[in-house]
């Protein structure tokens, strides 16, 4: 495609429930990573995947948050039992593949509100 | 671990120039690079330094000194257009390449 999409735009959900979010990198690009970014604050990192393996999930904050990839394209970041402090933007960047000076782009993001 | 300083906001009159400086802590890292992000928007990025010195693209230039610890973005001929926030990023990861983002600087451009 013509950019990185992500969907939905806005997931509004209840303390407890689980939550999927999706991203499609542009085509080609062997190299993704999500991100969250909480109100005012700057992006913090959570997982990166090169191909469909995730070599580095350091940023992952606990054992709620999982993500996968399939077919060097589509991911999926999954958000078990949903609390409070999850609510925020969590964006998809992806690059044609990883390195010292390859531009990571990125998608509009989820907002995602938990209440 | 990482950390970028960077200030919380910057106010600029249209036509003229504002530098947006980031300091940082690091044991290593790629490079630094800056993003522009609109309310609402997605982050874009706008320019790299794996070097010391100065890069220049259009009306935006960054700077890098390794020794400093210390970048800054340039922006010149401002726009009401360039109002946003701008985050400086370091670039690091064994292999992963992840960017570390500063909190975000927001420009408020005036007429």
């Known amino acids: 495609g013509a950019g990185v999409s992500q969907s939905p735009s806005n997931k509004v959900t209840e303390k407890g429930k689980d939550v999927e979010l999706r991203c499609d990198p542009i085509s080609g690009h062997t190299a993704l990573y999500w991100y969250r970014q909480r109100l005012g604050q700057g992006l913090e990192f959570l997982i990166y995947?090169?191909?469909?393996?995730?070599?580095?999930k350091s940023g992952l904050p606990s054992d709620r948050f999982s993500a996968e990839r399939t077919g060097e394209s589509v991911s999926t970041l999954t958000i078990q039992r949903t609390q409070q402090e999850d609510s925020a933007v969590y964006l998809c960047?992806?690059?044609?593949?990883?390195?010292?000076?390859?531009?990571?782009?990125f998608g509009p993001g989820t907002r995602l509100t938990v209440l | 671990g990482q950390s970028l300083e960077q200030p919380s906001e910057v106010t600029a009159v249209e036509g003229a120039i504002v530098q947006i400086n980031c300091t940082y802590q690091t044991s290593g890292f790629y490079g630094l690079s800056w993003y522009q992000q609109h309310d609402g928007g997605a982050p874009t990025f706008l320019s790299y330094?794996?070097?010391?010195g100065l890069e220049e693209t259009g009306r935006f230039s960054s700077f890098l000194s390794r020794s400093d610890s210390y970048g800054y973005l340039l922006l010149q001929e401002l726009q009401m257009k360039d109002s946003a926030s701008y985050f400086c990023a370091l670039l690091t990861g064994a292999g992963s390449y992840q960017l570390t983002f500063g909190k975000g600087t927001k420009l408020s451009v005036i007429p």
């Open positions: 960047a992806s690059s044609l593949s990883p390195g010292r000076t390859d531009t990571q782009y």
């Open positions: 330094n794996a070097l010391d």
């Open positions: 995947f090169q191909g469909n393996s995730a070599p580095d």
